[in-house]
C-alpha cells in the first residue's frame, strides 16, 4: 500500500482553469504539508496543516487553498491558474510530538502541473 | 533552523562508498541533522538523522562530528539506484523541513 498517495500524477490545464490536485496518507499521521518544486528544482513548503488545521502558509498566492477534510486528506485547490504555477507538487506527511514536529516526513510521488 | 553547505555534485564509482560532506557551523543545540535523497522523478525520501552520536541503519550511516559543525553521510557501497540528489537538513521540530540545493551523486558503472 502507497504510504501518502496523490492524484491526479499529471495534470496539463490552460491558463485561468481551477484545478485540484488530491493527497491521502495512511499513515495515521497527524500533520500534512505541501511543497512546490519549480523547474530549477528548488523544494519549497507552501502549507502545513497539523489535524486538520493550518499552521504554516509560506508566501502562497491566495489563489491557492488548501483543503483538509480530515487528518487523513489534503487537498490543494488552485484557482485562476498561471503559467508560473508550473510546477511539480509534492504532498507529505509527518507525526508530531507534543509540539514538535518530527523531521521524517513522508512523500507522496508528485503531481507534475502544466499550465498552458 | 540553521544553514547548510553541501558541495553541488560528487562522484562515485559503484561498488564504493559515498561520503558525502555537510557543513553546519551555525547548528544549534537542539537541532538534529537530516537526510534525505530525491532520485529523479520521486519524491523526496528520508535516509537517515542524528543529534550528535553516530547513526546507521539499512540504507546509510551518519557521522556527525564532535563539536557538531559538520557532518558525513555514508552509502558503504553505492549502486546506480543510489544516483540522486542528496539534502542535509538542520532541523528543531518547531518549523517545518526546509530543503536546499543539495548535493547531485553521480553513481557510475
Known amino acids: 500500500d502507497t504510504a501518502v498517495s496523490q492524484t491526479p500524477k499529471y495534470l496539463v490545464t490552460q491558463m485561468g482553469n481551477d484545478k485540484s490536485i488530491k493527497c491521502e496518507q495512511n499513515l495515521g499521521h497527524d500533520t500534512m504539508y505541501w511543497y512546490k518544486q519549480d523547474s530549477k528544482k528548488f523544494l519549497k513548503i507552501m502549507f502545513s496543516y497539523n489535524n486538520k488545521e493550518l499552521i504554516i502558509n509560506e508566501t502562497v498566492p491566495n489563489r491557492f487553498s488548501p483543503k483538509s477534510p480530515d487528518k487523513a486528506h489534503l487537498n490543494l485547490h488552485i484557482n485562476s491558474l498561471e503559467l508560473g504555477d508550473s510546477a511539480v507538487y509534492f504532498c507529505a506527511s509527518s507525526q508530531t510530538s507534543g509540539r514538535q514536529n518530527t523531521g521524517e516526513l513522508f512523500f507522496g510521488e508528485g503531481s507534475r502541473l502544466t499550465v498552458l | ?109
Open chain 2, 1 to 109: 533552523d540553521a544553514k547548510t553547505t553541501q558541495p553541488t555534485s560528487m562522484d562515485c564509482a559503484e561498488g564504493r562508498a559515498a561520503n558525502l560532506p555537510c557543513n553546519h557551523s551555525t547548528i544549534s543545540g537542539n537541532e538534529y541533522v537530516y537526510w534525505y535523497r530525491q532520485i529523479h522523478s520521486q519524491g523526496p525520501q528520508y535516509i537517515i538523522h542524528g543529534l550528535k552520536n553516530n547513526e546507521t541503519n539499512e540504507m546509510a550511516s551518519l557521522i556527525i562530528t564532535e563539536d557538531r559543525k559538520s557532518s558525513t553521510l555514508i552509502l558503504p557501497h553505492a549502486t546506480l539506484r543510489d544516483t540522486a540528489v542528496y539534502y542535509c537538513i538542520v532541523h528543531s521540530g518547531y518549523s517545518t523541513l526546509t530543503f536546499g540545493k543539495g548535493t547531485m551523486l553521480l553513481v557510475s558503472p
